[in-house]
């Protein structure tokens, strides 16, 4: 009965905390399988596997903004780029007073 444990056990451990990383398209090698994940398709290499254990690439480098990074940003924005007069373009040809 020890023995079992010996086998059962690694095999449980790997099944479960292995993932697999998505790519955009299947390469050239081996059998691959895809998986609707995040509205793209996922291709991975190897048998069927639940869509738990598939996962994309982390992207680094990318940075995404903080709220106050972001009103930074658009008073930024503002300052460069003054609302417009709320007059249309027919009362500006028409000569109308500002």
């Not at 390469?27 to 509205?39: F, P, S, T, V, Y």
């Not at 373009?89 to 007073?97: C, I, K, L, T």
Request: proline letters at 8%.
């Amino acid at each position: 009965m020890t023995r079992a444990w010996f086998i059962i056990v690694p095999l449980l451990w790997a099944t479960s905390a292995s993932a697999l990383e998505c790519h955009r398209s299947p390469r050239d090698d081996g059998r691959w399988h895809w998986r609707q994940i995040d509205g793209q398709r996922c291709f991975y290499p190897g048998r069927r596997v639940s869509r738990s254990r598939l996962h994309w690439p982390k992207v680094i480098g990318v940075k995404t903004t903080t709220p106050s990074e972001q009103d930074e940003r658009d008073v930024l924005e503002q300052s460069y780029w003054p609302a417009l007069a709320p007059d249309t373009f027919a009362d500006r040809w028409n000569g109308a007073p500002r």
